[in-house]
């Protein structure tokens, strides 16, 4: 009697799972790409630098490839366009995308902006204190390294983090494709300035790379800053009611 009181529940419980894999299978798919292989990846070189706190086999060997390219005109390039990683370009550019949201009003992709951001920042400091990997010191670099730790890359994640987010916000529009491609060119760019300039690991940059990523797709999917504007609106009025409740 009691099992077969149970098996209509089972059989309730797999229809509304079967739904929900139907309905949601592109966020599913979006968080275990976009999320859980990133993070995972991270994950695996956070611990292989925890345990040996040494480099990877390969970080050197490709920062002195690098190097071997280095002269004056890359030296004085690499030295000024590095810059545009964090203080002379994202954080203009994206006080500049954010007065432009806040004037029109775009709540939604302006908490998405912001949240991004500043989460990345914070996650940034507190893995490169937690980790306190030391910087390379392959050769005598004519650029003074930040005092700070170098896993993982501030640059490559500030970077990484504008470039995923404005994607996100222009997705299916006109615009899209131009921030892809000049967007992964800038974030290459400060990428190959960090390695060339000898101030990071090619490790510390991936890593960047990747836990910007995932904390990027991973807001999105929070936020949801393509929300159709009628729904915005309504689960933004429903949110005010219930705080003056």
């Known amino acids: 009697m009691f099992k077969s009181n149970l098996l209509p529940l089972f059989q309730g419980f797999l229809g509304f799972l079967k739904q929900i894999l139907i309905t949601r299978w592109r966020s599913l798919l979006t968080l275990l790409i976009g999320v859980y292989l990133p993070l995972q990846i991270f994950e695996e070189l956070a611990v292989v ?26 030296d004085v390039f690499a030295a000024t366009f590095t810059q545009l990683g964090i203080y002379w370009g994202v954080a203009p550019i994206a006080t500049i995308i954010g007065l432009i949201l806040l004037r029109q009003q775009q709540w939604r992709s302006l ?14 400091r507190t893995a490169k204190v937690l980790l306190h990997r030391v910087r390379p010191h392959l050769w005598e670099s004519f ?6 730790y ?12 504008l470039v995923a987010a404005l994607i996100i916000l222009t997705w299916g529009s006109r615009w899209c494709w131009t921030v892809l491609i000049l967007g992964s060119l800038f974030v290459l760019g400060i990428g190959w300035t960090r390695l060339y300039l000898g101030v990071h690991y090619p490790s510390d940059i991936l890593a960047g790379w990747l836990v910007a990523v995932a904390w990027v797709i991973g807001v999105s999917l929070l936020i949801q800053p393509h929300l159709p504007k009628a729904i915005s ?10 705080a003056n409740i």
């Open 150 to 161: 170098a896993f993982p890359s501030g640059h490559a994640m500030s970077s990484m983090t």
């Open 233 to 242: 609106v309504a689960n933004e009025e429903t949110l005010n009611t219930t």
């Open 111 to 124: 908490a998405y902006l912001v949240t991004t951001l500043l989460g990345s920042s914070l996650i940034n």
């Open 143 to 148: 650029y003074p390294p930040a005092p700070d």
């Open 49 to 74: 630098i925890a345990k040996n706190e040494g480099s990877f086999p390969w970080d050197e060997p490709i920062m002195l490839a690098i190097h071997q390219t280095a002269q004056p005109q890359l």
